[in-house]
């Protein structure tokens, strides 16, 4: 299923493809990938159509990371966690307790001189999108962050000032609204590269999930037998 709100890409690629730190450093290769650690991100994917209209305009600023990183809502940021099943088992609760809503995005911001990054603004749905924040950054997830969360669309970010002050006035009076369905749970593996592990519906019923592994499980030690 691809629908609206699902981030429609692949996550195979050399260069992959997650959740942005734009405006948090990234946690290092001393936390992720250390040991039984592991690092995930969660997001909001956008529609194919809105998703490469932003590409677009991102790789027309010079932002390198336009083709490899697709317009999205960073819901969680790069967190490392110890504890797979606990981990996924908690964003699928949060999932299922989640109804649709609606995104509009409109104008823009920076957050110049923290950090060089243009972003477009989430208007409709952006408290929505902090109870989603706050309800996944618990339990296996918790984790203190340098900044207040802020949903947000980067178009721009670590190029040259005028290209930043282009992204900034160009988009201002950008807009696009489109529903949410779900969210994607993705991991940073050891090479380096976000993976999707699941896009998870909300409100669906994880349990088919759940029920779907065991079979796929189940027929994995089969044929190894």
Same mark, same amino acid.
């Given at each position: 299923?691809? =629908? ?52 677009? !305009? $991102? =790789? ?9 990183? #697709?317009? /999205? ?7 490392? &966690?110890?504890? !797979? ?27 110049? #001189? ?13 408290? @929505?999108?902090?109870?989603? /924040? ?11 962050? #340098?900044?207040? %969360? /802020? ?5 721009? /970010? ?7 002050? @282009?992204? @900034?006035?160009?988009? $201002?009076? %950008? ?10 749970? %993705?991991?940073?593996?050891? *090479?380096?590269? !976000?993976?999707? $592990?699941? @896009? ?8 088919? &999930?759940?029920?779907?592994? +065991?079979? +796929? ?7 190894? *037998?």
């Amino acid at each position: 299923m691809c =629908a609206a709100g699902q981030l429609n890409v692949k996550t195979d690629t050399p260069q992959g493809v997650g959740p942005d730190e734009s405006r948090q450093p990234a946690v290092t290769g001393t936390d992720c990938g250390a040991g039984d650690t592991m690092c995930v991100g969660v997001i909001l994917g956008f529609p194919p159509e809105i998703a490469r209209e932003l590409q677009a !305009w $991102r =790789a027309s600023f010079g932002d390198p990371m336009a083709e490899v990183i #697709p317009a /999205h809502i960073t819901l969680i940021t790069t967190t490392p &966690t110890q504890d !797979w099943a606990a981990t996924r088992d908690h964003v699928r609760e949060v999932a299922r307790s989640q109804e649709p809503f609606t995104i509009t995005i409109s104008g823009t911001g920076s957050f110049r #001189p923290v950090s060089p990054v243009v972003f477009v603004n989430v208007e409709e749905g952006f408290e @929505e999108c902090v109870q989603l /924040h706050e309800k996944l950054q618990t339990g296996p997830l918790e984790r203190l962050l #340098p900044f207040p %969360y /802020h949903p947000h669309v980067t178009v721009a /970010h670590d190029v040259a000032k005028e290209n930043l002050d @282009e992204a @900034e006035t160009v988009l $201002r009076d %950008y807009r696009a609204t489109f529903p949410v369905v779900s969210m994607g749970l %993705y991991e940073h593996d050891t *090479n380096g590269i !976000w993976q999707l $592990r699941e @896009e998870l519906d909300f409100g669906g019923d994880t349990d088919k &999930t759940q029920q779907a592994e +065991s079979t +796929s499980t189940g027929r994995k030690s089969s044929a190894a *037998n």
